[in-house]
DNA sequence: CTAGATTTTTACAGTCGCTCTATTTATAGT
DNA sequence: ACTATAAATAGAGCGACTGTAAAAATCTAG
């Protein structure tokens, strides 16, 4: 983990520049009527360079920067309280990232949710999360992470998430987004299945 | 509801062949290796009218002739018995239409979960199941189809299904699909959700 | 059975996302 | 400054898909 160098930073740089000038001409004209090319032309780059940064238009809706640190921070959690708690624990965390960049995430997942091929593609982001999850929940309990149970529970509370977060939208942002997600486990009983997945889940 | 005519019943025996022609290359070289040029070929119309028929190349793995009927059998349940007794008559009746055209239905669903592009756009399918069964429920509860609560147990059901749909086809289709479903919705505690969804839902 | 209306199929031109290759330009380390 | 390396670009090309207009098949009336 050596600190990343000019270079890397100016490239980081870049790719932002070219996601703003994109979500800028999405939020004007719409997604579908926006062309690879006009965005490369907002952002003053060739169009050979968008793909080099996204390998597709999709991408550059979906991309957040601050994804990979997010899921390392979750891959690494503390092995030493219940499991229950950390899932709470980590809906807390995820509530301060929302407000950080309220506007810039409200744009895309709007745009995500709103426009049909995106929502497609958002629900394979989804699965990057599942699958996340169906790691950490089959670590802590000593279930197999290819169990259906712990399959089944770790798409539930990823669907639970996509239904709060379309809520989200729909109130145009302006919900709570944490309470949303809390009541949508809430209404599944997500804590519940938990603990009939093993006693090593719900108490240590 | 008139019977449908010469005319028409020639267009659905044209877009079955089509459905065959494309199924049969897919499975020899791949869907992404397939060219719809190919497809047409095959089945020996022009490329224009293969558009004709299916809006898109993923269309063709997608369609299901009888899913219309499917769907109109499932908006027009009995109301006279408890809505988890529909459900469980629902998921046997499921799985008679899995045996009636098993071989078809597992290359179709090996392709729409095992090809990134289809699978993505097999979640939108569901999604359509998914609303079905939000009206369901509301009808059957009383309680409003965009309760949040509604739409978050309506998704986690579809996700089981969506799972163990997974599983099938990792068990190459020789699996129970039925069996694998009821596993997935007792892990979740599916009837539980019901239960606590309402007292009209559980008794009558 | 034929003429005209309608529907279906097709050819064709064009757009857009995306890939690949080759060339030029910028940057990093010596 | 010199060279290895990486980034940006131009350009050719493919495949999915759209739109239009003409050709072929099918239906309907007289």
Chains 1, 2 share one sequence.
């Not at 000019?6 to 980081?12: C, N, S, Y």
């Not at 509530?95 to 309220?102: I, R, T």
């Not at 149970?149 to 770790?154: D, E, F, K, L």
Request: overall charge neutral; hydrophobic content about 45%; proline content about 3%.
């Amino acid at each position: 983990m050596t600190v990343p160098g000019l270079r890397e930073r100016k490239k980081q740089k870049t790719k932002a520049a070219i996601q703003r000038a994109a979500l800028r001409l999405f939020k004007r004209q719409g997604y579908e009527e926006t062309t690879v090319e006009q965005i490369a032309a907002a952002a003053d780059i060739s169009e050979s360079t968008f793909f080099n940064y996204f390998p597709s238009k999709e991408d550059v809706v979906i991309y957040d920067e601050y994804d990979p640190q997010i899921f390392a921070a979750l891959a690494t959690g503390k092995h030493d309280e219940p499991l229950a708690k950390s899932i709470e624990k980590l809906i807390g965390a995820l509530g301060g990232l929302f407000e950080a960049d309220h506007d810039a995430i409200y744009e895309r997942a709007k745009l995500s949710l709103e426009v049909p091929e995106l929502r497609a593609h958002a629900w394979e982001e989804l699965e990057k999360a599942r699958d996340l999850f169906r790691s950490i929940i089959a670590a802590r309990t000593g279930h197999p992470a290819s169990a259906l149970a712990v399959r089944v529970i770790s798409t539930a509370f990823v669907g639970a998430a996509f239904e709060a977060s379309l809520e989200w939208v729909r109130s145009g942002g302006k919900g709570n987004m944490i309470d949303l997600l809390k009541k949508a486990i809430d209404a599944i009983g997500f804590y519940g299945m938990l603990d009939r997945l093993g006693s090593k889940a719900s108490s240590r």
